[in-house]
């Protein structure tokens, strides 16, 4: 049985990627990246539904740090007239955001694993603390 909460194909809406050429791995031999997210739900609440962006960013442009990313993975989502409001709401902030991370993981690692320093693997990510 289908689910009453649909989403379209998620797409990758932006990416920045770079080295920075002041690191020097040598003297920086353990470096914790860095990770901040953003989740932006706007609502169309007319046809119940809403497109959900995330936006990841990995390091920074400093030379404390190997490299930045900022990746931006959004998709429409789309739920049934009788569903609650803070069922939806739930569904907006955790789970959208962790569906979207899902699909955005595997460029990170693969565009980090291209780089002279080797693959990034994004972690799991804790979306309950969100509304």
Same mark, same amino acid.
């Given at each position: 049985?289908?689910?009453?909460?649909? #989403?379209? /194909?998620?797409?990758?809406? +932006?990416?920045?990627?770079?080295? *920075?050429? +002041? #690191? /020097?791995?040598?003297? $920086?031999k353990e470096v914790q990246i @860095?990770? /901040? =997210?953003? &989740?932006?739900? /706007?609502? *169309?609440?007319?046809? $119940?539904?809403?497109? &959900?962006?995330?936006?990841?960013e990995l390091g920074e442009k400093?030379?404390? =740090? !190997?490299?930045?990313?900022?990746?931006?993975?959004?998709?429409?989502? %789309?739920? +049934?007239?009788?569903?609650e409001e803070a069922l939806v *709401?739930?569904?907006? *902030? @955790?789970?959208?955001?962790?569906?979207?991370?899902?699909? &955005? %993981? !595997?460029? &990170?690692? @693969?565009?980090?694993?291209?780089?002279? #320093?080797?693959?990034?693997?994004?972690?799991?990510?804790?979306?309950?603390?969100?509304?």
């Open positions: 049985m289908e689910s009453m909460f649909q #989403f379209t /194909n998620p797409a990758l809406t +932006g990416l920045e990627f770079g080295l *920075n050429e +002041g #690191f /020097n791995s040598k003297e $920086n @860095q990770i /901040n =997210m953003s &989740v932006s739900v /706007n609502r *169309n609440e007319s046809r $119940n539904e809403a497109e &959900v962006t995330l936006k990841i400093s030379s404390e =740090m !190997p490299f930045f990313i900022t990746a931006l993975e959004a998709a429409r989502f %789309r739920w +049934g007239e009788e569903m *709401n739930k569904l907006l *902030n @955790q789970n959208a955001p962790s569906l979207l991370l899902s699909y &955005v %993981r !595997p460029i &990170v690692t @693969q565009i980090t694993a291209a780089s002279p #320093f080797g693959a990034y693997n994004i972690p799991f990510i804790n979306f309950t603390h969100k509304k």
